[in-house]
């Protein structure tokens, strides 16, 4: 699951982290001490990034011994241990902290998500993520999301086409915006999927219109999804009755824990929630030595 991209991250951090030298534990510690580590939950929720963290120890001294004690997405309770490392502790305690600090903002992440979709039993709607992520940890947050049993949305700017407010507003329209996509599509011969922002219904209506027009270069309609923005759930509703089950119906704008089983409810297909990855808070774990647990 870890990319070479991640794996790089993870190096640079520890280079971040360790500069020169662990000079607290070089002057404190003997050469060559051995001892052991558990990693325990301090709270309730969904574990994620013990895989992280397997590859942050073994890259900081692959002679450690390594155990997970349950597995990436786990439910986990207070209290409970979920890693096990053993060998020098020099070693040990200088991958100690970016270890946790992958699980923590990993964990918390992964538990919100399964938070946020518990809340939408009984619908067929699923969470998405967005691009509103810490930079450079992409990679991780989103992975967490999946954990959370949360949907990705695109990873990036490269793997889907989005057509935001934004764009319409330079394009000048809606119709002018999709019609530029289907050339751009067709002059790359590419199938990316093609995803519409509609502020209102009349944008709406605009968007079905035009796909009705366009293909992509395999002759597919062009649009695969209009997002709903800024709509409030009734707003949501009328535009499902008007167009759900034709075209995937995404909300999007504002939407929260508190307010996101509203939108799930009108019988939208997805929600999107920046505050999966923006707002989010890490899940507490700590690290203890074998003599702190007796």
Known sequence: ?????????????????????DHTSASSLPAGLQREGWILAKEDGVVAGLAVAWEVFQRVDPELTLEMLCEDGDSVAHGQA????????????????????????????ATRTAEVMASFEGTHCRVLDTRKTTPGLRAFEKWAVRLGGGTNHRMGLYDMILIKDNHVDYAGSVEVAL???????????????????????AEAAEAMRMQALLQKPSGAALIDRLLLDNHTPEEVKQQVIQWGGTIDLEASGGITPVNAPDYARTGVDYVSMGWLTHSVKGMDFSLKSTDALT
Request: charged residues 30%; glycine residues 8%.
């Open 1 to 21: 699951m870890l990319t070479p991209e991640m794996l790089r991250l993870i190096d640079w951090s520890l280079q971040e982290d360790l500069g020169e030298c």
């Open 179 to 201: 019609q530029r996509v289907s050339e751009y599509l067709g002059e790359l011969g590419k199938d990316l999927p093609v995803e519409i922002e509609v502020r209102d219904s």
């Open 82 to 109: 979920v890693f096990r490392v053993s060998g020098d502790a020099r070693r040990l305690l200088e991958g100690e902290r970016l270890a946790l600090n992958f699980i923590q903002r990993m964990s918390g992440i």
